[in-house]
């Protein structure tokens, strides 16, 4: 993840701003404060050049970056919060939270991130009532929307299910984004088409996927996926042997493989060009976030599937505009046109 200039240049106003920093007041040092504002060092000294351009603040070769301003108050004031719930949810810097931190600031809000359980915790929150909007993601039960709509502020859900009609959802629509990907996988004449999604996942969104995947394939008459998945895992190097396990066990080679997500997508990608024996199947990529595009794909043959809507942007929208809706975002279809 790549975070843009001016979301950490304002992280950093953000962290003075917050914690009350004097003039005079040391900050920690670069690779500490790197940390803190989840950025590359590179970026971090990019944003306090700016700033000492601004006399914000002052750098002194050997002794440190001292505050050269009292910063009341950040200049994005008004703050959303950002609850992702649940364990496997998105984590401080992610993907997802930095791409509804540059929307919010595009409407002068700083974000507040906020990870919790699965069940509400309203003491993490009673500090926090007067923020200007709520964004609850990740495992969103009935009892978080229940208790975001309690609050009496704008709140808006990403999750597969409308639990409260006080609380905006936006929905992915696995199940049809499934189904467009997989029917232009057969059109293009794949007929066996392995998954790296598991058949007994505990999360709902994935079981959906799955279960749409079984359903077109039967559609079509073509057969099942064998009984064993790859282990997609989260290091490159539990993917990779998972590969190398379920290519081994394939009865017959693969013609199609249906993944979810850039990064397991460029790791089976690199697999394949590591291992030129094998077959080179087409592959069909479902992205929930259409920022992730595969310009560094190196084969053409690659369908993938995005959100005809920005994400992000809806959430943000949605708690700004004051309407309560839910949104379905479909998909649309992208043919990579690369090198082979």
Partial sequence: MTVKFH????????YIAGNGFEKGAKLPNEKEFAAICGVSIITLRRALAELEANNLVERIHGRGTFVNMNLRNSPLDKHLLFVSIGKVSEGRYSDMLLSIEEEAAKRGCRIE?????????????TNLADCKGMILFGWVTRAWADYAASLRIPAVAVSLEHFNPAVSTVTYDYAGMSRLLLERMIERGARNIGTTFPANSPYHSIRLIFNTYQSVLKEHGLPLPPPKQPETGLSREGLYTGLEEFFAGLPEPL????????????????????HPS???????????????RLESARLKNTISVIQESYLPEKVVELLFSGNIEHVLLPGKLMEYKGNP
């Fill in 113 to 125: 991130y906020l990870q919790v359980g699965e069940q509400p915790e309203t003491s993490l929150l």
């Fill in 255 to 274: 013609d199609g493989i249906f993944v979810a997500g850039s990064a397991i997508y460029v790791n089976l990608l690199n697999f394949l060009l590591e």
């Fill in 7 to 14: 979301i950490a240049r304002e992280r950093v106003i953000n």
């Fill in 278 to 292: 094998l077959p080179r199947p087409l592959i069909g990529v479902l992205q929930p976030l259409p920022g992730y």
